[in-house]
């Protein structure tokens, strides 16, 4: 910063009352050294000593550094005690909240920035329409749309293609084809995001036909059609088009390799991303991570190490996706020790990173390590969410901690609000099955607020196989039979039940039954290097 230092103090400037000022122009280079050099400490200060220099470009700037440091509260102070805003204002705030997925915030500054007399342009609009996609705020897309409507920027590229992904998250086919139409000149990015409204659909077809029709394609069209297959389960298909690319970047490599992940293919994954190294595309952090949990998804230790060793050749800053999942490799493949060693190096720990290591200990039986691990979380001010509270759960029924199990259970909606889904009704049932208590898992199936499924009922009737409870055994079976006729647990453990109990008949009535329906026992089988 020694040039800094030169441009304040080896000019002339103007003095009054023994203040020393420099002309805005150079306040706003000064401020955009030490913001390029990441100090935006130095940045605010030389900002607040220059009161008189200062202008809305200089505002605008200290907002956009506090922005792109994730520093929202710092922007949003500064953004309330700006004398003058104009659109860029409002523009870099709203784009803060949609980083932040802060929805409470975004709506208001819009609605602000309307009654503060300052016209929406098509980056606004644009946006906003990003930032409410799958949100409780997606109902405002239509009044969105009206708005550009009465200040004719639905004819822009920018908004309309912001338009059509919005329409098609909220599956309106029709509106988004229009908003297609309307726009003036279409462009490659206008095609692409019609290609990718119709995969959001799943009208296949059409995007396909759009796509052969487009005047012009590039890389992105390509990648957004394999996109699309993947995203409605053809894979295979995905594939095809993606051998068909005469040109591919790293995001149509990864694209691909998360496909594979998606649909659980994982040998295919890490076939082709040996195939992306042969072809001399450098991977980025986010194709490491799918390649790690390819590596996680079938067990694979070994190559989850030499994984991890490319990524740290590679010379990427490690950021909190890649050492997540780093995290979750190695607790899936077993190794607990060496998760733990990575999750510790984490400086910025998420919910998923959390979640991860907690999951990781439960999984393998440690319940000691997730419960303290889940106590360490909430003390670093993280709040949990479903997937933390199957894992806490799931970690109560290996280590059968039926108490601890109902605590953590009742806390989630009474404490976090978080509704009991599917998972953890089974998760419950099983900690009940395992200790024996029938009439508390009876009591809690009755007790749900939709139909259980195979899962529920098979977790009950293992517990029945474990406990040899032939009567709740027959009537979990039934249950399973009525969901999935020819599950073949449905018949296994039962019989073992009733060999156990000396009902030969019924045993041999049920083998009979599978001969018949030619239902085989599931083999097990270990996936772990």
């Known amino acids: 910063m020694r040039c800094v230092n030169r441009l304040l103090f080896g000019t002339p400037c103007s003095r009054s009352r023994n203040m020393c000022t420099v002309t805005s122009v150079k306040l706003n280079y000064m401020i955009d050294a030490y913001i390029q050099d990441n100090n935006i400490n130095h940045a605010r200060k030389l900002f607040d000593e220059n009161p008189t220099s200062r202008n809305l470009v200089s505002w605008n700037m200290m907002l956009t550094a506090y922005i792109k440091h994730h520093q929202i509260e710092h922007a949003h102070d500064l953004f309330d005690q700006m004398p003058l805003k104009d659109a860029v204002s409002w523009n870099i705030m709203l784009s803060g909240f949609h980083m932040t997925t802060n929805s409470d915030g975004l709506y208001p500054c819009f609605l602000q920035m309307g009654r503060a007399g300052v016209a929406p342009d098509d980056y606004t609009i644009s946006t906003f329409l990003r930032a409410v996609i799958s949100t409780e705020l997606d109902v405002l897309v239509p009044q969105v749309h009206a708005r550009a409507l009465h200040l004719a920027l639905n004819l822009s590229v920018f908004v309309g293609s912001s338009l059509i992904r919005a329409y098609a998250s909220l599956r309106e086919e029709e509106a988004f084809k229009r908003v297609f139409d309307d726009i003036l000149v279409k462009d490659v990015t206008s095609w692409n995001a019609l290609v990718s409204g119709y995969m959001e659909v799943g009208s296949i077809a059409d995007a396909q036909t759009t796509f052969d029709m487009m005047p012009q394609r590039n890389i992105i069209s390509w990648t957004t059609l394999v996109n699309g297959y993947i995203r409605n389960k053809r894979i295979n298909k995905a594939r ?86 780093l995290v979750d490799m190695y607790a899936k493949c077993g190794d607990t020790d060496a998760a733990f060693r990575v999750f510790v190096s984490i400086q910025n720990k998420n919910l998923v990173s ?5 999951g990781g200990y439960a999984r393998h039986g440690l319940a000691t390590r997730a419960l303290e691990e889940f106590d360490r979380m909430k003390k670093a001010g993280v709040t949990p969410d479903e997937v933390t509270f199957v894992n806490m759960l799931s970690a109560c029924v290996h280590a059968g901690l039926v108490e601890e199990g109902e605590k953590y259970f009742t806390s989630m909606l009474t404490k976090y609000g978080i509704q009991a889904e599917m998972e953890h009704y089974t998760c419950m049932v099983d900690l009940y099955g395992r200790a024996g208590q029938f009439d508390q898992a009876e009591k809690l199936i009755k007790n749900m607020p939709f139909e259980p499924d195979v899962v529920l009922w098979g977790v009950l009737l293992a517990a029945c196989g474990l406990h040899s409870n032939l009567k709740l055994g027959e009537y979990a079976a039934e249950r399973i039979r009525k969901l999935e006729r020819s599950h073949p647990v449905s018949y296994s453990v039962l019989s073992k039940i009733q060999g156990e109990k000396g009902i030969w008949s019924s045993v041999n009535e049920l083998r009979d039954i599978m001969k018949e329906r030619q239902i085989k026992k599931q083999k097990a089988i270990s996936w772990v290097e």
């Open 354 to 358: 959390w979640n991860s290591i907690i």
């Open 240 to 325: 095809s088009v993606f051998n068909k690319m005469s040109e591919r970047n790293v995001v149509s490599w990864t694209v691909m390799i998360s496909g594979y992940v998606q649909n659980k293919r994982f040998m295919d994954a890490l076939n082709l991303f040996l195939l992306m190294f042969k072809s001399g595309t450098r991977p980025n952090h986010f194709t490491f991570s799918s390649v790690l949990d390819a590596c996680a998804g079938c067990s694979s230790l070994l190559t989850g190490m030499q994984v991890h060793l490319c990524v740290i050749k590679s010379g990427i800053p490690e950021d909190v996706i890649s050492l997540t999942s």
